[in-house]
Each structure stands twice: as structure tokens, then as C-alpha cells.
């Protein structure tokens, strides 16, 4: 089968997919410069076993490394400082982002400060991007997923919590690129079965949101579809079988399309869920799932032709809204997903600051039906108290 085969893409960056190519990560951080990486990850992976295979890996290439692991589920601006600290202090000349989309998240933000003094929020993706006099303002960065969810591999963006407001902000310069990402179902054999579900779930949101965009984006189309096909085809089937490396694969390729996806932009559901998770340190891909309910039932009036190509792409015999929204809400069943957000643990009494939040995030703009701040509260409340 061809998801149990290696490949290599050179778009949308070079891209090494296979089962153990992990193994190759050594000699790939070499050829784009690399001879001191800064291994940068979550707290909850330095232990897992893909990390003393990353470290034979860059050993055997002569390598030398360090690991900075304290970045939170939703990483924190000052984090991202101590771990530019640590960048500096290690005279490091390269990053390695491994993990699910926090510790990949955390590994842009710090490579996007590491060789400046310019403040991590100063990036925020609203603002005009910082001018550097040098030509290389940023050590070479190569992206390592662990889950096949948030598509971060591809796209040197970064979404990182405020501390000071208790927001989250995307970050991003245009002159910051991955040097390379390494796609190895292998590594993502281990992770718990709810993990799977939520990360997956996660890939299948970023690909319906980017799919109902509104603008005209035929590569992002195409990746959305794709992404829809194989996240439907194999998201259940490696929740049930862990070992299944052709599922594995095909939920990896999947979510990494999806993440090329929303290149042309989200909606609503990221826009609540990023807050949330700023706010209620909530599991992204978990809140992504809680959510997605209760806005596109608030979008199934300007989505109506967006529906039949992914009931299409997702084997969904009738093309009509309600078909497509059932079949969204059994698959969330069938894989235990609460039904609201106060399920997972967020306040009952949080929609007016949520909402207020979520007007100021960069997917608030681009959902496929413009809400007013009003008709957004009540969306939160719906997915706070009633969900699906």
C-alpha cells in the first residue's frame, strides 16, 4: 500500500513521509545547516520512546543537542522567552519542533525570537512583521508532528497564549520558513486512543473550516477534500486498531493536508477555541471537536454549496446539510466526545468574555457567515450548555 511506503514532496516544503523515517532526522538537520539543534517539545513528551530515536538519530549524524521541554498544552508567551534563553545560552544554530501542535507551536514561536530582541507578541499576525537588518534573521527550523491533528508542520505560524490578557494571538513573520518536516506514522503508534480521536478530530475541523472559507483558494480546496477523505476513511479505524500503520499514515497525510488547507483561513470554531483554550487551558483539538457542532449548525445557511463536495469526499450518500451535520455529531459519538464545553470543564457563565475575545482573533474574520458580537455570545452559550 502506498501509506506504507516513503515518499518525498518538495511542496508546500521539502516533506519526508514514511514509516521510520524518523531515523533519517540526523542527516536531514545537517544538510540545512544544523551541527547544535535545540530539540524544543511539550513537558509531556521528553520521555516517550520516538525521542531516544530522534536522539540516536542526530548522535549517529554527529550531532550535538539539548531538549528545552517546558512548553504548556497551549504555549505561553513566557515560555517562549526561557526557551529563547536557552537557544542563546546553548549557542545553538538550529530548531527541531517535535511534537503535537503545542510543542510544535512553541518550537516557530521560539525560533521566530531566537537571534532578535524583538518581544514574541511583537509577531502577532495583525501587525506590520519586524524589519531585521541581517539577511538570515532565523536559525533553520525543521518540524516533527507526533499526532496527526494540528497540521503545524508546514506553516512556521505559531498560536501562543498572552499571558497578560489570557488571549491567545497567531504569530508569523513572512521570511520565517520550515527548512523541512519529517512525517513518520511510526512515532504516532503509542498515543492513547482519545488523544487520536481528538487530534483527528482536530485535522477534520481545520479542513471543514477551511473548506467554507469564502474566497477563492483551488490548492487549499483541494488539500481540504483530500484531507476530508482520508481523515473519514481512517480516524476510526486507528482509534480501534493503535498498531494500524496504514491508518496511521493515512490520518498523518491527512492532517498534514488539512493544515495546508487553512492557509486560506478558519472560522468561528477556532476563533471560540482559541479563547477557550487561553482562558480554561483546554486540550485544542478536544474544544475544536466540543465546538464545531453548534457553529455549523449557526453557518449551515451560507454553506449549503460547500456541503455536497464533502459529503462527497467523506462517502456521505446524501449531500444535503442535515446528512453531513449526523453524520459530524455520530462520529463524535462514536469516538466519546462530550457533547459541551462545560463537559470538558469550562465555566457555564463564560460566554460574554469568550466572546468578547473571540472578535479579536484573526479566524473571527474569515468564518463563512459574518456574526454580530450578540449572535457569537450565544453560539458560545449554545456550545457551552447544549452542544450537539
Known amino acids: 500500500m502506498t501509506l506504507l511506503q516513503s515518499a518525498d514532496w518538495s511542496e508546500p516544503i521539502p516533506t519526508y513521509y514514511g514509516p521510520g523515517r524518523l531515523s533519517e532526522t540526523g542527516t ?12 524544543v517539545t511539550d513537558r509531556g513528551s521528553p520521555d516517550l520512546p520516538f525521542m531516544a530515536d530522534l536522539s540516536q538519530s ?42 503535537g501542535g503545542s510543542g510544535m507551536d512553541g518550537a516557530k514561536a521560539v525560533c521566530m525570537s531566537a537571534l532578535n530582541d524583538v518581544p514574541v507578541l511583537d ?41 497578560a490578557r489570557m488571549m491567545k494571538w497567531c504569530l508569523a513573520h513572512p521570511d520565517l520558513k520550515v527548512a523541512a518536516t519529517v512525517l513518520d506514522p511510526e512515532i504516532t503508534v503509542g498515543l492513547p486512543k482519545n488523544l487520536t480521536a481528538w487530534t483527528g478530530f482536530d485535522a477534520l475541523v481545520h479542513a471543514v473550516e477551511a473548506y467554507c472559507v469564502p474566497s477563492f483558494y483551488p490548492l487549499c480546496d483541494g488539500a481540504a477534500l483530500e484531507a476530508l477523505r482520508l481523515i473519514s476513511s481512517y480516524l476510526e479505524r486507528a482509534v480501534t ?11 498523518l497525510v491527512g492532517s498534514y493536508l488539512a493544515g495546508i488547507s487553512f492557509l486560506k483561513g478558519l472560522g468561528l470554531v477556532h476563533a471560540i477555541s482559541h479563547m477557550v483554550g487561553a482562558e480554561y487551558d483546554t486540550h485544542h483539538g478536544l474544544t475544536n471537536a466540543v465546538v464545531l457542532p453548534s457553529v455549523l449548525q449557526f453557518n449551515a445557511p451560507a454553506i449549503a454549496d460547500k456541503v455536497i463536495p464533502m459529503a462527497q469526499a467523506m462517502s456521505i450518500t446524501n449531500g444535503d446539510f442535515n446528512s453531513f451535520y449526523s453524520d459530524i455529531c455520530n462520529a463524535l459519538d462514536r469516538l466519546e466526545i462530550p457533547k459541551t464545553l462545560t463537559d470538558i470543564g469550562v465555566p457555564p457563565n463564560c460566554a460574554q468574555g469568550i466572546a468578547d475575545k473571540a472578535t479579536e482573533d484573526s479566524a473571527f474574520g474569515t468564518n463563512p457567515r459574518a456574526a454580530t458580537r450578540e449572535e457569537l455570545e450565544t453560539l458560545v452559550d449554545h456550545a457551552l450548555t447544549v452542544g450537539r
Do not use: W
Open 28 to 39: 536531514l538537520c545537517k544538510s540545512v545547516g544544523m551541527s547544535r539543534p535545540l530539540i
Open 58 to 99: 542526530l548522535s549517529s549524524a554527529g550531532l550535538s543537542y539539548a531538549f528545552f521541554s517546558d512548553i504548556s498544552p497551549n504555549p505561553r508567551d513566557d515560555e517562549i522567552a526561557a526557551g529563547r534563553a536557552q537557544f542563546r545560552a546553548g549557542d545553538h544554530d538550529g530548531i527541531i519542533g517535535i511534537g
Open 123 to 163: 509577531f502577532n499576525y495583525h501587525n506590520p512583521p519586524p524589519v531585521f537588518a541581517s539577511t538570515n534573521p532565523f536559525p533553520p527550523l525543521v518540524t516533527i508532528p507526533t499526532t496527526a491533528g494540528t497540521g503545524a508542520e508546514t506553516e512556521s505560524t505559531a498560536m501562543i497564549t498572552d499571558t
Open 241 to 251: 486498531a493503535p498498531d494500524d500503520i496504514e491508518a496511521r499514515g493515512g490520518m
